[in-house]
């Protein structure tokens, strides 16, 4: 009788799986076509010396990816997608953790501090950018008039044509946003098991000692999560350094999107040049992308 039963419900399960695929087959044959065809094309222009029509191209084998790794702005520019990232997994994993913590505690005002965190997120890029670029310009920006209004006008820099000052004004844009971060740890925060806590409560545990020794490392699988969504994050970034520094003074605060950007733009024939510096992009990205599943699946057991 048993068999009988469960017999049509697994016909029934074949038949739903049959026909949900036939609904995505569509979809996955867009998405196979589209990424196999830019992965080709980027591996056919990476080859030749071409200009953005794509007209009478020259054959060059590997000199693009030659050249490139001998391109010293081409290798710090990855070096500072590297540092750009660890400041901003750095705040995530300090500043973005605590801020969760308080927020799920209750703290009043809570819809006010969500908003203020998370609205930078939720906003454009290239409008939080440009906002810190107006505001730290040297002669109407809002830093240095607030400087002199208050009689602190020896205070005042050329923020964004000095190395040092530019290239800390990149990473607090890096560090101001982590709304997202934000967002992933108010989420599990509010999955996790309350009979540690009510256990480290009994005991006499103080608030900086829960969040410490019990909370922060039942987080492990969330910190994770932010540390490599960030790093991977921070080579699509383009807009952050784009409309703020443009990537100077000089090459100081280059990273490989205004890299790329830089090379499209040109208008000469390096169409080529830029499709070979995408595909190590892509490489790294891909490479990142491998650890996280990898990282994600030996957390989830």
Not at 14 to 37: E, G, M, N, Q
Not at 201 to 219: E, H, K, N, Q, W
Request: hydrophobic fraction near 50%; glycine fraction near 8%; charge should be positive.
């Amino acid at each position: 009788m048993s068999e009988q039963v469960t017999t049509p419900r697994r016909r029934r399960s074949r038949s739903d799986a049959k026909t949900a695929v036939l609904f995505l087959i569509p979809l996955l044959v867009v998405y196979a076509v589209y990424y196999v065809y830019s992965i080709v094309f980027l591996a056919q222009t990476s080859t030749e010396r071409v200009g953005i029509a794509l007209l009478r191209p020259i054959q060059v084998g590997f000199t693009n990816f030659i050249n490139l790794f001998q391109d010293d702005v081409f290798l710090r520019s990855i070096l500072n997608n590297l540092v750009f990232a660890a400041a901003s997994i750095g705040a995530s994993l300090t500043v973005a953790f605590f801020i969760s913590v308080a927020l799920s505690a209750g703290v009043k005002m809570r819809k006010l501090f969500y908003l203020l965190f998370l609205l930078p997120a939720l906003t454009p890029l290239a409008l939080v950018a440009t906002i810190f670029g107006s505001m730290l310009q040297e002669q109407y920006g809002a830093v240095n008039e607030t400087l002199r209004a208050v009689g602190l006008g020896g205070l005042a820099q050329a923020w964004l044509t000095s190395p040092v000052w530019a290239y800390t004004a990149v990473i607090l844009i890096f560090c101001y946003l982590i709304g997202l971060p934000i967002m992933y740890y108010t989420a599990d925060l509010a999955a996790l098991p309350t009979s540690a806590l009510e256990a480290a409560l009994i005991d006499g545990a103080g608030t900086f000692r829960i969040m410490g020794s019990i909370v922060y490392p039942m987080m492990r699988s969330t910190h994770i999560t932010v540390i490599l969504s960030l790093l991977l994050g921070s080579f699509r970034a383009l807009e952050q350094v784009l409309f703020s520094t443009h990537g100077g003074p000089g090459t100081t605060t280059q990273i490989v999107g205004t890299y790329l950007y830089g090379y499209v733009n040109s208008g000469g024939k390096t169409i080529g040049y830029a499709a070979a510096a995408s595909i190590v992009v892509l490489l790294i990205a891909l490479a990142i992308s491998i650890v996280q599943m990898v990282i994600t699946r030996k957390a989830s057991r």
